[in-house]
């Protein structure tokens, strides 16, 4: 895997976050792809990454959905919560976010989220009911939120999120050209 990620970032580190830190260096990129949810102290985690942010850095998150339909609809009809070998309910997730919780946490790492996509809407069935919905069911649908943040400034609040359905290539843009970036 190693080899692979090299091939993609200037660093790439595999092993446990908490013992990896002090390899790291400062970065205008982080990417954090599926990585919190899995963690003890997700905030401790991303409040150590977020101190190697160079001025002006950005950090990537994805984290799932728990309140997707395949979760909460059983939860409520069936009161049936069973972890799976992958997805939203992957046995290995420790924590579990919803869109408020997903941005807190981020807020939380002093970060502002500047950007966000709903990942999960692209399937048939879920197209027609979010546009029978006319969107109302949307973070409904949403398997998984991918934010972009920025460390904010003293004081700055959240602004509301704009989020765009996704991921599709043509929506998605590389948020620092050329930049240093970790994985």
Not at 24 to 35: E, F, G, N, T
Not at 101 to 126: H, R
Not at 142 to 156: E, F, S
Request: charged fraction near 25%; include cysteine.
């Amino acid at each position: 895997m190693q080899p692979h990620l090299s091939r993609n970032a200037d660093v790439a580190v595999i092993g446990r976050i908490e013992k990896s830190i002090d390899q790291l260096k400062s970065y205008d990129l982080i990417l954090l792809l599926d990585v919190l949810e899995h963690l003890d102290d997700s905030l401790g985690a991303l409040d150590a990454l977020c101190a190697l942010l160079n001025v002006g850095g950005t950090v990537i998150v994805s984290l799932p959905n728990v309140a997707h339909i395949s979760v909460s609809l059983p939860l409520l009809m069936l009161r049936k919560f069973e972890y799976r070998d992958a997805g939203i309910l992957d046995r290995t997730h420790k924590r579990f976010f919803t869109e408020r919780s997903a941005v807190q946490l981020i807020n939380d790492a002093k970060l502002t989220v500047v950007s966000g996509i709903v990942s999960g809407l692209e399937g048939p069935k879920a197209k027609v009911l979010d546009a029978i919905s006319f969107g109302m069911l949307r973070h409904h649908l949403t398997k998984q939120y991918i934010m972009c943040a920025r460390k904010n400034a003293d004081g700055a609040r959240q602004h509301s999120i704009r989020w765009l359905k996704g991921p599709r290539r043509d929506r998605i843009q590389n948020p620092m050209n050329g930049a240093k970036a970790a994985v």
